[in-house]
């Protein structure tokens, strides 16, 4: 790993502790202002009443007709976004907008993060990302985000996971992106694909020269993912504290998500003789005795 690398994944743990990181859907500040890609409006109530001209063709009517119906049906198509917004626009802007994906245009849009010379977006570069697509850089959206591009190192894309991840999307600017956050979301509220998403995270935060999680990267993570999602994430976390572990395992780490999932909040299911690893029975243990 180099030392830009390490100096950012550093820099990303120091943000992960001091901001409250953002792990619900809908309700969340971070997602504030960002209208759903589904609410596609045309307009037709507000439009002012236009004068009819007259023809001397019942010709030229039904081929006007027709350009009409065409055009709508291609403005109300499920995959239009903003309706409304996109009426006041200009044609041009419309057209590109639609458009298919471009590997070239994705890739000229991938340089405006770099410097030139650059094959990869690095921390100046992924934060003016993110404010272009209006999604903060902790925001658990962006995990989802580096898991569909494939990013192997936290904080950075690589030209070809920015390729191979957008083409993926068929996202090749800005406003398509924006347009697909709804997707990231799902995803991420979706059992499988969250699993993946939670199993990918282990690998994409880890220092690649270690095996294992370093515990003050591995509590960020797990707040970034299960702080909405488990009851008991905040008593893990004090466990996590007081405890003797300086690291987490992948196998560690898979069955935590295994564990929040499938045990009560009462721990009424618990198995003391079941499969888990010890340092979850140690933490039942803990949580039996009051947490001391």
Same mark, same amino acid.
């Given at each position: ?57 019942? &010709? ?34 419309? &057209?590109? &907008? ?19 010379? $650059? ?7 992924? $934060?003016?990302?993110? $404010? ?92 970034? !993912? !299960? ?36 045990? &009560? ?28």
């Amino acid at each position: 790993m180099s030392q830009n690398q390490a100096t950012s994944s550093s820099a990303l743990l120091h943000q992960f502790d001091q901001l409250n990181l953002s792990t619900g859907f809908g309700t969340s500040p971070t997602f504030a202002g960002l209208s759903p890609y589904t609410e596609s409006v045309f307009p037709l109530d507000s439009m002012a009443p236009k004068r009819k001209r007259k023809t001397s063709s019942t &010709h030229d009517d039904g081929e006007r007709g027709k350009r009409v119906k065409e055009g709508l049906k291609q403005y109300l198509h499920p995959n239009s976004l903003h309706g409304s917004v996109h009426h006041q626009h200009s044609s041009s802007h419309h &057209h590109l &907008h639609h458009q298919a994906f471009s590997e070239k245009r994705c890739l000229a849009w991938f340089q405006e993060y770099t410097t030139q010379g $650059e094959n990869q977006i690095g921390p100046e570069g992924m $934060e003016k990302f993110c $404010e272009d697509i209006g999604v903060e850089p902790e925001n658990v959206v962006m995990l989802g985000l580096a898991w569909n591009l494939g990013a192997k190192n936290m904080g950075f894309f690589s030209s070809q996971e920015w390729i191979n991840g957008m083409s993926h999307l068929q996202v090749d600017g800005v406003p398509k992106l924006k347009a697909k956050l709804d997707l990231l979301r799902t995803q991420l509220s979706d059992q499988v694909s969250f699993k993946k998403i939670y199993r990918y995270a282990f690998d994409f935060a880890r220092d690649k020269d270690q095996r294992s999680m370093d515990i003050d990267r591995a509590m960020a993570m797990l707040a970034l !993912l !299960l702080g909405g999602r488990w009851s008991h994430h905040s008593a893990f976390h004090h466990f996590l504290e007081q405890s003797h572990y300086k690291v987490l395992n992948k196998d560690q780490w898979c069955n935590i998500l295994e564990f929040s999932r499938a045990i &009560h909040p009462d721990l009424s299911n618990y198995d003391e003789d079941g499969a888990w690893p010890v340092l979850l029975d140690e933490f039942v243990a803990w949580l039996k005795s009051g947490g001391v």
